[in-house]
């Protein structure tokens, strides 16, 4: 059994920033809620001169995943799945520096103190929430939520601001949009990217969706739901920014490529893999534009231990290969970029074979050396 996961080549268009619903059925945004609007250079250059990118997260409990059943779920690891996949030949590490309860005059306060110790190029701080509810005076908001921008900035790094959810909780605090407004205009003083995340789940309730599908019970903090969504959306923000206007080619996995080619900011040109993909039927292989026989993908296999008796690896084999047959699963497979494709143990152990041959033979031919 593998899965084939090949990708797409895509050469930029120089567009504006434009916002991409998910392609998840619930997880979504309104259009222009998307552009952090800032081009977040100092990331970028992390990213071309270093092929790395350290993220540090600074917030409260949101940040720190609180209530979450698991901890992958928290928007911090959201955000390091959904960029690794997007953009898989470049090292991402993401920091999660979540404190629950605190407010901006404790963030601020330990901000030299983080930034020196973990060095990010780009620092996302999420705060206002607790502000908002606790009634922090908003000229006392203002000044330390600029005073930390100011000191962050000064330790050279990006930043993005993350604001205040909406939920039962800060709806009902009467200025609560002053404090968001105090975010954008601190955003566009500092020369920071801004994630709305308050308008984002406000569309969401707008639109039909039910507190109880993102909110805890608590009336506060965000569900399993609510943190993957807004980690995937945060992800989709980042690269917006990271891809408009620099990049000339770029090697992407599927569903990452769609989204931008959706949007108009990348033209697809083609399909890495050695079939066309389900996904973009219309859209030719490497080897039909006019290189025959090239081909890139990435496999997983499942493998057990040596010496597993024979009888137990042919009834896996038919497990495996039924499950992967299943329609509802090959449609999962195909939205993640993926095929399903199984076939006897043999067959595995050949393919495994002939990728390593091959890669072998490319290291020689290109004169790569261990030293």
Aim: hydrophobic share 45%.
């Amino acid at each position: 059994m593998r899965l084939l996961a090949a990708l797409l080549a895509a050469v930029l268009a120089v567009l504006p920033v434009v916002a991409v619903a998910q392609s998840m059925t619930l997880c979504r945004a309104k259009p222009g809620l998307l552009d952090l609007g800032n081009p977040l250079a100092i990331a970028r250059k992390a990213v071309a001169e270093r092929k790395q990118l350290r993220i540090m997260a600074l917030g409260s409990s949101s940040t720190a995943g609180y209530g979450v059943s698991n901890p992958s779920f928290a928007y911090p690891v959201q955000l390091r799945i959904g960029l690794e996949k997007a953009l898989p030949s470049i090292e991402f590490e993401v920091i999660n520096r979540g404190i629950g309860g605190q407010d901006v005059e404790e963030m601020a306060a330990r901000m030299q103190e983080e930034m020196r110790g973990n060095l990010p190029s780009l620092v996302i701080w999420q705060t206002g929430t607790n502000a908002a509810i606790r009634q922090m005076p908003l000229d006392t908001f203002e000044s330390r939520l600029r005073g930390g921008l100011k000191l962050g900035k000064s330790l050279g790094a990006d930043f993005v601001l993350m604001n205040l959810q909406y939920v039962p909780a800060v709806v009902a605090v009467s200025d609560k949009e002053a404090y968001e407004k105090i975010m954008a205009a601190a955003a566009r003083e500092f020369d920071a990217g801004l994630f709305r995340r308050y308008d984002i789940m406000k569309g969401w309730y707008e639109d039909g969706m039910p507190y109880a599908q993102f909110v805890q019970l608590d009336g506060l903090h965000l569900n399993d739901f609510g943190q993957k969504c807004i980690g995937r959306l945060l992800t989709q923000s980042i690269l917006n920014a990271l891809l408009g206007g620099e990049i000339n080619l770029i090697i992407l996995q599927p569903p990452a490529g769609v989204q931008q080619t959706k949007v108009g900011r990348l033209r697809a040109i083609a399909f890495t893999g050695a079939k066309r993909w389900d996904g973009m039927p219309d859209l030719p292989t490497v080897s039909e534009s006019g290189l025959p026989g090239f081909q890139s993908e990435s496999w997983f296999g499942l493998v057990g231990p040596a010496g597993m008796p024979r009888a137990h690896v042919a009834q896996l084999n038919r497990d495996v290969a039924k499950i992967l047959a299943a329609p509802e699963i090959k449609e999962r497979f195909m939205r993640g970029g993926a095929l399903a494709v199984y076939g006897t143990p043999e067959e595995f152990k050949k393919l495994m074979q002939a990728d390593y041959a091959r890669y072998i033979k490319l290291v020689k031919d290109a004169g790569i050396s261990s030293q």
